[in-house]
């Protein structure tokens, strides 16, 4: 595999509904690093399986994965409550995960020239995806918080669904995270914990860039990778 050299790299995991997407994006514009939502291929994949059963395979996974692109992530029907239960199933599979893993180091490790980095979030990012990060974070927040903060996500997306709903889901969906036997989510040593659940968007990102460019400073790459202004930003974190 291509290793592109001198590049920031951004390792993230957290629970459902942590906020960690929302952090990764703001903190991958502003720095210019490639974001990928690795959640987001399983629920990719999981979508796979609900619409296709009957071609469901892994060759069929492979030839989607290869194809696969934003645009494809980008589906409202990924954030369904039935797609999420699903790929927490699905991410449990031997084979599935040799494919998903396979595509996040190539992204992790070789991203498109046009960036000077990438920021991962998931559940495994941390020490099995980019266990030499120059920065590792985990992202967390109670589960009450949690699932209000999907609940509103879903309600705003126009979904029929009730906030204990949600919560079961969250609850059921840590469960497989935390206790499933392959690359389950935990929060390393060398991870700095980043609790969400009485912090804006705003003060999280925040957060998280002090934290970055303190270090930058220090080996003195900061002009390298930071962005001159935080427009963007402000409007993403609205």
Do not use: W
Not at 65 to 94: P, Y
Not at 102 to 123: E, F, H, I
């Amino acid at each position: 595999m291509i290793r592109r050299r001198n590049i920031l790299k951004i390792a993230i995991d957290s629970p459902a509904a942590a906020g960690a997407g929302t952090l990764g994006k703001a903190i991958s514009k502003h720095y210019n690093l490639f974001y990928l939502d690795t959640g987001k291929i399983y629920r990719f994949v999981a979508y796979l399986k609900i619409k296709f059963p009957n071609k469901f395979n892994l060759n069929f996974v492979k030839s989607k994965i290869k194809k696969i692109n934003k645009k494809a992530l980008s589906k409202l029907v990924l954030l369904s409550d039935e797609v999420g239960t699903e790929a927490s199933i699905i991410a449990k599979n031997k084979n599935i995960r040799k494919i998903v893993h396979k595509l996040q180091l190539n992204l992790a490790y070789n991203p498109p020239n046009k960036y000077k980095g990438s920021c991962l979030d998931g559940r495994d990012i941390t020490y099995n995806i980019i266990p030499d990060a120059d920065f590792k974070f985990y992202v967390t927040a109670n589960v009450e918080t949690r699932a209000y903060r999907r609940f509103r996500e879903l309600k705003n997306l126009k979904k029929k669904i009730t906030y204990k709903e949600v919560l079961k889901s969250i609850k059921k969906r840590d469960k497989n995270d935390f206790k499933r036997k392959i690359a389950p989510l935990k929060k390393t040593k060398d991870s700095l914990l980043i609790n969400t659940t009485n912090l804006n968007k705003r003060s999280c990102f925040l957060k998280i860039k002090k934290i970055i460019d303190r270090k930058l400073i220090i080996n003195g790459n900061l002009q390298r990778f930071k962005q001159p202004s935080l427009k963007r930003i402000r409007k993403t974190l609205k």
